[in-house]
Every structure is written in structure tokens, then in C-alpha cells.
């Protein structure tokens, strides 16, 4: 199967995939998605037959980061292996790696390497921690990065102790950077002519994301602390109980704040001193949030939504994870696509929260099997078919 592009956004552009588990996958993806031929390259099945962080091949985390691609295998512990790689490297745009810095160096594909081969190349590299420094040999992982971000300091209720987020926040987003970050550089490609190397880590996405969190500390020496469900600056903004259940409610700013207080029959709570400014509301954040709960019990979840949302407050509720796909809206945005798996039948996968008018991003294939394309992809670089027959013999591929 010749590169089936996802989207024409980005299919002129050759992408070497050498990634594994999540954050260097993710970034790839973004890639895929939008039309990218991408190549995953991985060990022969003789040389790593273990199952891998992440659960089986055919099982949902697997397929839904790896769609979009062709795959083949390459023996990069053997010298051959290596040189194939070169030749890939040599007619290709982009590589993505999440090894830990030293391994590019010991299989000779560092950034300096593969740049002797083809100067335009962009190597896209996620660690752990970054590519020096003095963590640079420590093994990453996402919880480990979500604890030195900082992140689980400020997750959960208030003096609960430390509490991860129920996704691979660092992982994720650490992928998204990259990503990010390798388009920004095939764009100034188009200036310079030449390639460079992107880098992102766990701990850089993690800090990063903290966002204004982080940003009251460099500016104001201030420790953010846990908040539960309590935005840390919205007030009232959080979690209220209904008579079946709760809802999330968005009560931020003086406008919003006056309509809010109008649509659910609170308008003493407008002319009462301790609630008439948001410093006030801050300083007495607990009292207000018992009062509105005493509303909010009164009436079902989807009333609520619906008064406060015509109201113009934000107002939403809180689903579980198979409620999210049967809402309307979600169903709307196409936000589960189905892709033809020859390996398992019909699959739906996450699609891309991202929308391109002209040139939008769909699941063009499946996730390929392991090695799928080895022979078409080295044909496409001159081999043989003898010579494709020997380097499988010595599992070079």
C-alpha cells in the first residue's frame, strides 16, 4: 500500500517514526493526522516479542495513537540496520524519537549524524527531563512528571495530599509541543534550507502547562495550593450538588455574576456585603457555595443547565466518560470516527480536536501491523527483492 495521506495539509513531508508508549507517539500523530507519510520503524517481531507499556497491540491505547502510518522493521543494534535507516533518513523530512538521550549517540543517530546524511533533516526528540543536565540519564515517566511540575501539588481537595490527573497530562502534552514545535521549524526551513533539532521533555511540558499557576509564582511569590473542585480565582466557580446529582457552574466576573444571581432567584446575594465584590466572594468562598447549594438542591441537573445557560452562564454537566460520546454536541463535532481495521473490523477512534475547512484530518488507515510495509517502503528506496530477503534472513529487518 503506497502512502495513503489523512489530509493534504502536510503530505508532501516524509516523517521516521521511532517512537514508543505515549509522548513520542502523540507527537507523531498530530503528524499522521494531517497527511504526513509516516513511517513507523520498530524491532523485528524475533528480537522483541514482548508486550510493551500500553497493552496489546490490538487493544484501544495502541490504535488510537498509531493510526494514519506505515510500518516497517529495522534492526538499529546492527550496522546494516543503521545504514538502511541513513537511506531513509537521506529522502525524508522529519524524525521523531523518545529514547533517553544517551541511546541516539550509541546507534549513531544523533542530531549531528543523521544532519551529515541530509542537512534539511528535523529531528524531534522527547525525553524524560531533557537532553542534558543533571537529570538527563533518569528514566521518564508521566506521574513521575506530573509530581516534579508540580501539577499534583494543586490536583484535588484541599489538604487531601498529592493526586495525580486521570490522563498522562505530561506525556500528552510534552508530545503536543513537539509536534508543535517540528511544524515551526519545517516553516522556517522554508527560509533557511536547513534542518535543526526540536526538544521537548515531560518536566518542560509539565512546567509549561502550569500555566498561570506557575506564572503567580515567578511574578508574585505566590504557592498555589490544592482548590478540589473550586477554581483558584472564579468565584463562585466549581462543583453543586442538584437533586440528582451535580453540575459544574462558571461564575466568573461582576456581568456574569449579576445574571447568574438573577436566573436562580439570588438576588439578595447582590446587595449582601459579604458577596458584592470578587475579593469579597473570594474571602468568603465557602459560605456563598453552601447558600447557592441550597438552590441548586431544588431542581435537577439538565433545569439548571438549561435556566443558567439561557441566562448566559456557563453551566454544564458532569458526565462519565460513555456520556460524553452520547451527547449531541459530541456526536456533532464527530468527535469517535470509524476507521476498517483488517486485524480487528471496524474500530472507532478519537478524532483530532482540530478543524481545517479545506483540508481537514481524517483515519485514512488503520494502525498497521508490525513490519506491514517493510518490503513496499525499502522497494521505494531501490532494494531488492533478494536483498530485502537477506536482511530479514539475519533479522536486520
Known sequence: MPHHPASSALSRFTVLDLTRVRSGPTCVRQLADWGANVIKIELPEALDAGEGLGGS??????????????????????????DLFKKLVAKADVVVENYRPDVKGRLGIDYDSLAEVNPKIILGSISGFGQDGPYQGRPGFDQIAQGMGGLMSITGLPGQGPVRVGIPIADLCAGLLCAHGIMVALLEREVSGKGQWVQSSLLQAQIFMLDFQAARWTMSKEVAKQAGNNHPTSIPTGVFQTSDG????????????????KAVGGERWLTDPKYKTGADRSKNRDALNAEIEEVTRSKDSASWIEICNKAGVPAGPIYSIDQVFADPQVK???????????????????????????????????PPERGEH????????GLSKAEIAGLRKRNVI
Open 374 to 381: 517493510t518490503d513496499e517502503v525499502l522497494a521505494e528506496i
Open 332 to 366: 456533532h463535532l464527530k468527535m469517535a470516527q470509524t476507521v476498517h481495521s483488517d486485524a480487528i473490523g471496524d474500530i472507532d477512534l478519537v478524532a483530532q480536536g482540530i478543524g481545517l475547512s479545506r483540508t481537514p484530518s481524517t483515519f485514512a488507515v488503520a
Open 57 to 82: 497491540r490490538q487493544g484501544p491505547d495502541f490504535q488510537n495513537l498509531h493510526r494514519n502510518k506505515r510500518a516497517i522493521t529495522l534492526n538499529l543494534k546492527e550496522k546494516d540496520g543503521v
Open 246 to 261: 451535580h453540575i459544574n457552574l462558571a461564575v466568573a466576573g461582576g456581568a456574569i455574576w449579576e445574571r447568574f444571581c
